[in-house]
């Protein structure tokens, strides 16, 4: 992996908040809460027996290494990705996180364990440092380090460049720094002084990531466009579009299709522009009231503006679909082809145009007003009582919780009919990389028992803990082995892990599918633990199983993205450097800046589509532009984003034209 040497790094105190962080320092870790440990226990296994960590080698399954029998520790995890997420599932017959336990030592805290709770990562880290009160350990995305820029400067988690050389063989032979030189840069925070703040976990498009480290292989799996798409209720939707198929029908056409969708498969709502998916909504809404639609008394609204997170859904994902804008592109920073330089999309007139259309869709009552203040729990219930006929981001509703609520309909997805702009937008394939880094704190783990975290993290993304958390550890006896194939003996289980059947299987067991609905971002229950690929290697199940047709692999390929030469890797540019703006964390210190005024930035935008008129929207555009501004969304940076990506992309320009 040709890890660095850590540098040596001359801390100013200038930044209030460096202040405060290393005013917090503690000299070696003196342990928190979270760590125990039983009398005379050592960091160390101390059993004469081999240790796991020196064992995978000798063994096929992690049911045959030993227990553990040193120190037990229990580490608080801080999940800081977005602004938290309500949907938290809970495996009823976890199989998982005892067999993490009795090979490394390490429990997860469940109760301990917390999201940012609604807030931005930067407000959350505020509130912890305030407190003075560390997790062990933070999963964290690549925007979500810039905003620990100034911890990582004040000491406060661990250079783990030593420790990975030393204790984890197995993310330097599947995660390999010279092969994947983004999940280096992640792990660097952009080299922010050489020293590696987090350890790669959950490596991100699977299919370019095992090309890369196979060429041989080749995917089993369905591709996606660059386009995208909305969830819409199938019973609604055939009651405006006859011809609409429900997602019953669609599941048997693609068995009956032998795995393949034609054009007009995957087009038959005739919804091809903007103006026509406005009809859509509009139609709806005249729809439900006029058959009076409700669930369990409840009213049945057409959509929302706010899933009670942020503004991603609705912004990046929503506006991109109703604009004609590729997916990548997004409200902060894109490449316009037209200007021929990365722009702010927020101080575009396209964008507000967009932002002001969706507000009048408030005003009418299209978009449910109410979501505007209604919490991520609040928007989860309605969206799996069928009370919105039309959802998108992740909303895909939970299939598992409406099939116990005797719902007879389904949502299926629905694209718009009509090219994305490709004379304005590009559709970037940056680097592959991870998506979550693991931070450890020094506040909260004992330098002595550094080790042992690195271990069992090592341990998570080796190719047994992989099997573990994708099968089930043998000794569980949720699969028969012939000849080096397994078969799962539970046909629930194996249509979960498989064909990604939303059912609950392999949430019941926790197993690890990033894949479903109900489990997408980190795959298993919670307490949330690392896993080593989003999707799984080809060791899991999804891609070493011997498959055969099945239905519910239909919904992933019905997706434009599937016909001939339509996919993403077809159409998207290669580009070494990315052009949303937390790839320029670190390398632009200005970036980092703007990034810790997001919460108010945020604020200031959900305002804007609260608006009572087009004046009083004109006012809040106007504070929303001022707060951008202020927090540094200025010329300057935008320049320095530009010069920056344009010296690192200087031999993929002409293919930006």
């Known amino acids: 992996m040709k890890l660095r040497t850590r540098n040596v790094v001359m801390l100013t105190t200038a930044a209030a908040l460096l202040m405060s962080l290393a005013a917090g ?12 440990a039983p009398t005379n226990a050592t960091n160390e296994n101390v059993s004469e027996e081999k240790a796991y960590y020196d064992m995978y080698d000798a063994v096929t399954d992690s049911s045959e290494l030993p227990d553990w029998t040193g120190k037990q520790l229990k580490l608080k995890i801080w999940y800081a990705h977005g602004t938290g997420d309500a949907k938290r599932p809970v495996p ?3 199989i998982v996180s005892p067999e993490i336990k009795r090979v490394t030592g390490i429990e997860i805290d469940k109760d301990g364990s917390f999201d940012n709770g609604g807030q931005a990562i930067d407000v959350k880290l505020g509130m912890i440092n305030a407190a003075s009160d560390w997790p062990e350990l933070a ?9 620990l820029k100034d911890m990582f400067a004040a000491g406060k988690a661990y250079d783990l460049t030593e420790a990975i050389e030393k204790y984890a063989p197995n993310l330097q032979k599947r995660l390999n720094f010279e092969t994947f030189p983004y999940v280096k840069r992640f792990s660097t925070n952009n080299d922010q002084d050489g020293s590696i703040y987090s350890f790669p976990t959950q490596m991100g498009d699977p299919d370019r990531s095992l090309k890369i480290m ?3 292989f080749v995917t089993p799996n369905a591709l996606e466009g660059t386009d995208q798409f909305i969830w819409v209720r199938d019973d609604l939707l055939k009651k405006l579009y006859p011809e609409a198929k429900t997602q019953d029908e669609i599941d048997a056409l693609f068995v009956e299709k032998g795995g393949k969708f034609s054009r007009e498969d995957i087009y038959d709502v005739p919804v091809e522009t903007t103006e026509d998916f406005t009809k859509l909504l509009y139609d709806m809404q005249q729809l439900i009231k006029t058959e009076n639609i409700t669930e369990n008394g409840k009213p049945v609204e057409v959509s929302y503006a706010f899933g009670g997170q942020d503004n991603w859904g609705t912004l990046a994902v929503l506006s991109n679909l109703y604009g004609r804008m590729p997916k990548g592109s997004n409200y902060f920073t894109y490449f316009d082809k037209e200007t021929q330089q990365i722009e702010f999309m927020f101080k575009q007139p396209f964008f507000k145009n967009i932002v002001q259309d969706f507000n009048k869709l408030v005003r009418d009552k299209v978009m449910d007003p109410n979501s505007l203040v209604e919490n991520n729990a609040m928007h989860l219930e309605k969206i799996n009582n069928g009370q919105y006929a039309v959802a998108y981001l992740y909303d895909q509703p939970d299939e598992n919780v409406m099939k116990a609520a005797g719902k007879s309909y389904r949502y299926r997805k629905v694209f718009l009919d009509s090219p994305v702009n490709t004379a304005k937008f590009i559709s970037p ?5 991870n998506n979550i880094g693991v931070v450890i704190f020094k506040d909260s783990v004992k330098e002595e028992d550094l080790p042992q975290v690195v271990r069992f993290l090592d341990y998570m993304v080796s190719e047994i803990g992989e099997k573990m958390y994708t ?8 699969f028969d082995e012939v000849d080096g194939k397994r078969v799962f003996k539970d046909k629930e289980l194996e249509d979960a892990m498989v064909y990604n059947k939303d059912n609950g299987k392999s949430l019941h067991y926790n197993l690890a599918n990033t894949r479903l609905a109900s489990t997408n971002v980190y795959g298993g229950g919670w307490p949330y633990y690392p896993t080593y690929m989003w999707g799984g290697s080809n060791v899991s199940p999804f891609y070493s199983y011997e498959r055969v047709l099945s239905p519910s692999e239909a919904r992933n390929f019905f997706d434009p993205g599937n016909l001939p030469n339509n996919s993403y890797s077809d159409l998207g540019i290669p580009i070494n450097n990315d052009m949303q703006i937390w790839n320029f964390f670190g390398v632009v210190p200005e970036s980092d800046q703007f990034w810790k005024g997001r919460d108010a930035f945020e604020k200031a935008l959900t305002k804007t589509l609260a608006a009572r008129d087009d004046a009083h929207f004109e006012e809040l555009w106007k504070q929303f532009s001022e707060i951008a501004e202020k927090n540094g969304g200025n010329e ?6 530009d010069d920056y990506f344009k010296l ?3 031999d993929q320009l002409d293919a930006l034209k």
Do not use: H, Q, Y
Request: hydrophobic residues 20%; aromatic residues 4%; neutral net charge.
């Open 471 to 478: 099968w089930g550890p043998k000794s569980a006896g949720l």
């Open 92 to 94: 009823t017959e976890d």
């Open 25 to 36: 320092c503690t000299n070696g870790g003196n342990g928190g809460e979270g760590t125990t």
């Open 139 to 147: 999963f964290v995305t690549d925007s979500g380090m810039g905003s």
């Open 214 to 216: 196979d060429p041989s």
């Open 648 to 650: 690192a992309n200087k």
């Open 429 to 433: 394939m940056g680097g592959v990389k």
């Open 636 to 641: 300057d940076l935008r320049k320095k984003i």
